[in-house]
């Protein structure tokens, strides 16, 4: 018997780099009962990775004009499901919405649509014309599922399933952690809510309070050289060292090496968005780190206050500073706390998110 087939329309797939692009991979790939095909745009590198995917992948040409590319790759969109005939189409950003909903009138196919959280609040209208179109809506947290029901979404249609995260091949080993007191932060360097700035008037406190503590920074954008230039100005010069892009490997290493992980996330500016869910702190996480995160937005699902991490206010550089010094100074509860949060990424697996999705595949089709 054939498998139900499911048309996957995102603009964000590897190998760009990021958390829904992550996030639309790892579930494409657990499909089981599935046949997926993948409609996603273009990058220069695309052809050396699609080739090594065990699912087909269309990729639009993507011009430099970003309204362009979306606009290509929902006319793509559309012409690859009156060709293949999908069953169900998984639409994984609400800019891909459009074609998914035409694609259910002209050809009644119904369609699942993701939401993370920061598009809800920059596309208020386009998320609402998605999620009251869609037959099932996922969202990523529970503050993304209040989201949803803000801009229409029927309650009945909602289902929150959380991201995943890739477990390390290896169990995180507690030896690994040396000298200096390390804090380190992934995250790219394009939105100020990620915190980088409270990070910077946090760290002087830390050091005044352990001499030899670091700040690791992985990531790269806009905002690095205004973040280098401040680094300067508030002493951290030789303190804190930014790494740029790197590949998994070198970040993973870090991750084994660290003792604290800390990404202080706030609301933005009218209260939208921020951490939709926050997949690094899971992988910190998967690593035996404890985390330091902003106790608002969806890092509130990924985070467990005082059992996997500390949940502070994003905006109180002391109370960020307070928290990392408590970790960095009580070995033993970072360590449990790292523990406990290893013990809860096993319940993270891709494999079981994706299954979990395929569920909502499923049900839709049923």
Same mark, same amino acid.
């Given at each position: 018997?054939?498998?139900?087939?499911?048309?996957?329309?995102?603009?964000?797939?590897?190998?760009?780099?990021?958390?829904?692009?992550?996030?639309?991979?790892?579930?494409?790939?657990?499909?089981?009962?599935?046949?997926?095909?993948?409609?996603?745009?273009?990058?220069? /590198?695309?052809?050396?990775?699609?080739?090594?995917?065990?699912?087909?992948?269309?990729?639009?040409?993507?011009?430099?004009?970003?309204?362009?590319?979306?606009?290509?790759?929902?006319? /793509?969109?559309? *012409?690859?499901?009156?060709?293949?005939?999908? $069953?169900?189409?998984?639409?994984?950003?609400?800019?891909?919405?459009?074609?998914?909903?035409?694609?259910?009138?002209?050809?009644?196919?119904?369609?699942?649509?993701?939401?993370?959280? *920061?598009?809800?609040?920059?596309?208020?209208?386009?998320?609402?014309?998605?999620?009251?179109?869609?037959?099932?809506?996922?969202?990523?947290?529970?503050?993304?599922?209040?989201?949803?029901?803000?801009?229409?979404?029927?309650?009945?249609?909602? =289902?929150?399933?959380?991201?995943?995260? /890739?477990?390390?091949?290896?169990?995180?080993?507690?030896?690994?952690?040396?000298?200096?007191?390390?804090?380190?932060?992934?995250?790219?360097?394009?939105?100020?809510?990620?915190?980088?700035?409270?990070?910077? =008037?946090?760290?002087?406190?830390?050091?005044?309070?352990?001499?030899?503590?670091?700040?690791?920074?992985?990531?790269?954008?806009?905002?690095?050289?205004?973040?280098?230039?401040?680094?300067?100005? &508030?002493?951290?010069?030789?303190?804190?060292?930014?790494?740029?892009? &790197? $590949?998994?490997?070198?970040?993973?290493?870090?991750?084994?090496?660290?003792?604290?992980?800390?990404?202080?996330?706030?609301?933005?500016?009218?209260?939208?968005?921020?951490?939709?869910?926050?997949?690094?702190?899971?992988?910190?996480?998967?690593?035996?780190?404890?985390?330091?995160?902003?106790?608002?937005?969806?890092?509130? /699902?990924?985070?467990?206050?005082?059992?996997?991490?500390?949940?502070?206010?994003?905006?109180?550089?002391?109370?960020?500073?307070?928290?990392?010094?408590?970790?960095?100074?009580?070995?033993?509860?970072?360590?449990?706390?790292?523990?406990?949060?290893?013990?809860?990424?096993?319940?993270?697996?891709?494999?079981?998110?994706?299954?979990?999705?395929?569920?909502?595949?499923?049900?839709?089709?049923?």
């Amino acid at each position: 018997m054939a498998r139900p087939r499911v048309l996957v329309i995102t603009p964000d797939f590897p190998p760009a780099r990021g958390g829904i692009q992550v996030l639309s991979h790892r579930v494409v790939s657990g499909l089981r009962q599935c046949e997926p095909l993948v409609v996603a745009l273009g990058t220069p /590198d695309a052809a050396e990775f699609d080739a090594g995917q065990p699912f087909r992948i269309h990729r639009s040409p993507q011009p430099a004009v970003r309204a362009l590319a979306i606009s290509a790759l929902n006319a /793509d969109a559309v *012409k690859v499901a009156a060709r293949w005939r999908p $069953d169900v189409v998984l639409s994984t950003h609400i800019i891909a919405g459009p074609a998914a909903a035409f694609i259910r009138r002209w050809l009644g196919v119904p369609f699942v649509q993701y939401l993370h959280a *920061k598009e809800i609040g920059a596309r208020p209208r386009l998320a609402r014309f998605a999620v009251t179109r869609a037959e099932r809506v996922i969202a990523v947290s529970r503050y993304t599922f209040d989201l949803a029901r803000g801009v229409g979404a029927p309650k009945g249609r909602l =289902r929150r399933i959380n991201p995943g995260v /890739d477990l390390p091949a290896v169990p995180p080993a507690a030896g690994e952690r040396g000298a200096p007191p390390t804090v380190l932060t992934v995250a790219r360097l394009e939105d100020r809510y990620k915190g980088h700035d409270v990070m910077m =008037r946090a760290m002087p406190l830390v050091r005044a309070k352990l001499r030899d503590a670091q700040w690791i920074v992985i990531g790269d954008g806009p905002l690095r050289s205004i973040l280098e230039s401040q680094s300067v100005g &508030v002493g951290l010069n030789g303190a804190v060292r930014f790494l740029g892009s &790197v $590949d998994d490997d070198v970040r993973d290493e870090w991750l084994r090496k660290a003792h604290v992980f800390a990404m202080v996330s706030r609301l933005p500016a009218g209260g939208f968005a921020g951490e939709g869910f926050g997949i690094v702190y899971l992988e910190a996480n998967a690593h035996g780190l404890p985390v330091v995160a902003g106790g608002v937005g969806g890092a509130t /699902d990924a985070v467990v206050d005082q059992q996997t991490g500390l949940l502070v206010d994003p905006t109180d550089h002391v109370a960020v500073a307070q928290a990392l010094i408590s970790l960095l100074t009580d070995p033993g509860r970072a360590r449990a706390l790292g523990e406990n949060g290893a013990a809860r990424a096993q319940n993270f697996a891709w494999p079981r998110v994706a299954e979990r999705v395929e569920e909502v595949l499923l049900e839709v089709l049923r």
